[in-house]
């Protein structure tokens, strides 16, 4: 499965972005899509996840509020919804799938990486 991520760009403090992740195929063993994020110098840390129904979502406490993570199943599409954004969510934005059963917000269970899209917010 190959996944493209689009939608990053330059953005002021307080504007909103979307994402999207594009999947090349549905596979039934795919459970969940997640978005990750590759602050400078920091760990790659989760930021939102999905179910393959579309019903369960999960968000890191620093973007509740805030992102909004919905699924297009007819497309294969994720996206990620970010409004009022911080400087502090200037990073590469990656979307994951996972075969693990559930809502998984853990990186090391995800199978299938894009290759990112960077997302900068000027203060």
């Known amino acids: 499965v190959q996944l493209q991520a689009s939608g990053g760009g330059l953005v002021q403090a307080g504007g909103s972005l979307r994402l999207s992740c594009a999947a090349s195929?549905?596979?039934?063993?795919?459970?969940?899509t997640g978005w990750f994020r590759r602050a400078p110098g920091n760990e790659r840390e989760f930021v939102a996840v999905v179910s393959r129904s579309g019903r369960i979502t999960r968000y890191a406490d620093s973007v509740k509020g805030r992102f909004t993570i919905s699924r297009d199943n007819a497309e294969n599409t994720v996206f990620l919804q970010m409004t009022n954004l911080k400087a502090e969510d200037t990073a590469v934005y990656y979307c994951?799938?996972?075969?693990?059963?559930?809502?998984?917000?853990?990186?090391?269970?995800?199978?299938?990486w894009g290759q990112g899209t960077q997302v900068t917010v000027s203060s």
């Open positions: 994951a799938l996972t075969t693990i059963l559930g809502v998984s917000t853990t990186e090391s269970e995800y199978d299938y």
């Open positions: 195929e549905h596979t039934s063993n795919i459970y969940a």
